[in-house]
């Protein structure tokens, strides 16, 4: 693999090999597996959605989707030796590769499994690194009081991933409050999308409906004006996030 890298001093930009630590320092696209056109993410999309996590020195974090651990080591500096982060990619081969190369950080465990079914525990953050119809339940009721999790809510998977908004909720009681962090073209999470909500989200993102995202709701009830994706379990709203909502236990 070769990253082309910026050089203001001449028209052509140097080719680093991936062997290269500098190409890491680039704000470019790095490929894992270029047979399947997948790579680690852009660097300061990444780093927008870590600032914006909030993640703090002793929380327990959960990282889905972590392909070979480039952003968890970031995650795990930041929650510290006091904290710790649980990664888990459903490749095995990229597993593999991740438990390697963050073997070094005693506050991380990487697992082999689908991230809807990996036992999180109480987390004070999640990055869900894979497109989403909505946010899962399970992850909601496993947030702490005042926890935070990213989530990208695309559309379905076309050539390159799908298209969408990176979306942040934070938990309050039993409330969530939610707002738009920024666009995101992701590849998916399949395990997490909704085929019933596939039309709905698509026609929220092509209508920019979502924008004024407030709420993600988990109290049972009938749509009416406010609900901008409404599913059966969870429901992306533009109302303010109440109090109290019942569902979470």
């Known amino acids: 693999m070769i990253i082309p890298a910026r050089d203001e001093e001449s028209e052509r930009a140097p080719l680093f090999t991936a062997e290269d630590p500098r190409a890491l320092y680039e704000d470019v696209l790095v490929?894992?597996?270029?047979?399947?056109?997948?790579?680690?993410?852009?660097?300061?999309?990444?780093?927008?959605?870590?600032?914006?996590?909030?993640?703090?020195?002793?929380?327990?974090?959960?990282?889905?989707?972590?392909?070979?651990?480039?952003?968890?080591a970031i995650l795990a500096e930041l929650a510290g030796t006091e904290g710790s982060v649980l990664a888990a990619e459903i490749d095995?081969?990229?597993?593999?590769?991740?438990?390697?190369?963050?073997?070094?950080?005693?506050?991380?465990?990487?697992?082999?499994?689908?991230?809807?079914?990996?036992?999180?525990?109480?987390?004070?953050?999640?990055?869900?690194?894979?497109?989403?119809?909505?946010?899962?339940?399970?992850?909601?009721?496993?947030?702490?009081?005042?926890?935070?999790?990213?989530?990208?809510?695309?559309?379905?998977?076309?050539e390159g991933g799908g298209n969408g908004v990176m979306i942040k909720v934070t938990r309050s009681g039993s409330s969530h409050a939610a707002r738009i962090v920024s666009f995101v073209s992701i590849y998916p999470c399949s395990s997490a999308r909704d085929p019933k909500l596939e039309p709905a989200v698509a026609k929220a993102l092509r209508s920019r409906k979502l924008l004024p995202l407030r709420s993600v709701r988990v109290d049972r009830h009938a749509p009416t004006g406010t609900c901008l994706v409404h599913g059966s379990t969870v429901c992306l709203s533009e109302e303010s996030p109440a109090p109290a909502l019942s569902g979470l236990h």
């Not at 004070?124 to 990208?152: F, Q, S, V």
């Open 31 to 72: 490929s894992i597996d270029r047979s399947r056109g997948l790579n680690n993410g852009q660097p300061s999309a990444l780093a927008h959605w870590i600032d914006a996590l909030e993640v703090k020195r002793g929380d327990r974090v959960f990282h889905a989707g972590c392909g070979v651990g480039y952003y968890t």
């Open 92 to 158: 095995c081969l990229l597993a593999g590769r991740a438990k390697k190369n963050l073997a070094h950080l005693p506050q991380v465990a990487v697992e082999a499994v689908d991230a809807v079914a990996a036992d999180t525990g109480m987390c004070d953050a999640m990055l869900i690194n894979a497109g989403l119809t909505h946010p899962r339940l399970e992850w909601l009721e496993r947030l702490k009081e005042g926890g935070r999790m990213l989530a990208p809510i695309t559309t379905e998977p076309g």
